[in-house]
């Protein structure tokens, strides 16, 4: 069986931003010391106890809400628990506020080596917006730190879209990234959700929502920068210099096998996925008992599985490769996706050299239109 990788979330913010829809927000201490205790007996429970990892990833929520201490003992159940690789990637998301140079020291020595810095704009009126709790010179002053402590594999977040962004405030967020410099770059389309602050403002009116063009060319700016400054977009919203791609995601990309734990956490093992209850309260009784309860569980096969992992893989600029496909699935899948793939070629949004399919930079901007097209088609 494949090496697996590990995801942790850790659903505690210190205020909830205006867009987010992730599970995750304030707790106060009582229930966030059960949240952990739920968190370590879920690990030490595990059914693949013992399984060899090749990564890991501590996400949000905001894992830097954790204390020092707090962060140690979920990274030594982990090692406990699993058959960590010794070179194995071990990421941790982490905000600008409440960081220090104090604190990213301690985080290398318990093994992370990897930080993603949520820094989202370097405009002080549009995290205001946005509802961060930082401003940008506390991302400056994180990202130094960062390098300070030695660091060598730091990822910035940025988002673009933003209501009432220009393009030249975009473009200037990636000007001062790029000086930074990072090994990766998430630079991500805010989308509206409905539920989120944002998204009620929205519907009653009250947001001035950016123009789709506008968005559009953002995405080009962002894909014609870094790639003059040298980076290689691998996934639709991820920018690595050579050898620096996420090693975590890529496994979510390519289909393979991955375990999460936390709230609404999920996890894809022997062909099945599955994602953890949503509710805090429900997630910590069940966790205790050694069974956290599912919101959704599914296996696919088959067809489905096929327009499953045809969906993954055409993220990344490897793109699909209709043989191995056919091999896997045990279907003539260029037969299959033939007629699909000619009227999304003939629409510029894909490409075909040999057997390999991949997205065009249209493409990109249409992902789901290609996705649902190549699944739903045939
Ligand atoms: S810090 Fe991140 S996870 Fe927390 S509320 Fe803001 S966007 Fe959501």
Redesign the pocket.
């Known amino acids: 069986m494949h090496e697996i990788g590990l995801y942790l979330h850790i659903p505690f ?5 205006e ?2 829809d ?1 599970n ?2 304030p707790l106060d201490p009582t229930a966030r010391q059960a949240y952990l205790r739920a968190l370590t007996k879920e690990m030490t429970c595990s059914p693949w106890k013992g399984h060899t990892a090749k990564t890991v990833f501590f996400g ?3 894992p830097s809400e954790l204390t020092r201490a707090e962060l140690g003992k979920l990274a030594d159940t982990l090692r406990r628990t699993f058959g960590l690789k010794q070179e194995a990637e071990w990421s941790i ?1 982490c ?1 600008p506020d409440r960081v220090s140079l104090a604190f990213f020291v301690a985080l290398l020595d318990m093994g992370f080596n990897r930080v993603s810095l ?1 820094v989202q704009s370097f405009h002080d009126h549009h995290l205001q917006r946005l ?3 930082h401003d940008s010179a506390e991302a400056r002053a994180a990202y130094r730190w960062l390098r300070e402590a030695g660091c060598d594999n730091v990822n910035l977040d940025l988002i673009f879209g933003l209501p009432g962004q220009t393009l030249k405030e975009w473009k200037a967020d990636l000007y001062e990234a790029l000086t930074l410099s990072p090994e990766h770059l998430s630079l991500y389309n805010l989308t509206i959700e409905p539920g989120t602050e944002f998204g009620n403002r929205n519907a009653r009116g009250e947001l001035q929502e950016i123009d789709e063009d506008l968005s559009a060319d953002m995405y080009e700016l962002a894909m014609e920068l870094t790639q003059t400054a040298g980076y290689r977009q691998y996934e639709i919203s991820h920018y690595s210099r050579p050898g620096r791609q996420c090693a975590h995601n890529l496994i979510y990309w390519h289909n393979e096998p991955y375990l999460g734990f936390g709230v609404s956490a999920a996890s894809f093992m022997e062909g099945v996925r599955w994602t953890n209850t949503g509710n805090l309260f429900e997630y910590a009784r069940t966790a205790a008992s050694g069974h956290v309860s599912r919101a959704s569980e599914e296996k696919l096969a088959g067809r489905e599985a096929l327009g499953e992992e045809i969906m993954l893989r055409l993220h990344t600029d490897e793109g699909i490769s209709l043989s191995a496909l056919s091999t896997r699935y045990r279907f003539d899948v260029a037969a299959l996706l033939a007629r699909s793939l000619e009227s999304l070629a003939t629409h510029g949004l894909v490409t075909q050299e040999g057997d390999r399919v991949r997205l065009t930079q249209r493409g990109k901007l249409m992902a789901n239109e290609v996705w649902v097209q190549l699944t739903t088609d045939n």
Not at 13 to 17: A, D, L, M, N
């Open positions: 913010c210190s205020r909830k931003c867009y987010c992730f995750s927000g949000g929520g905001t998301e905000n949520g509802g961060r709790v």
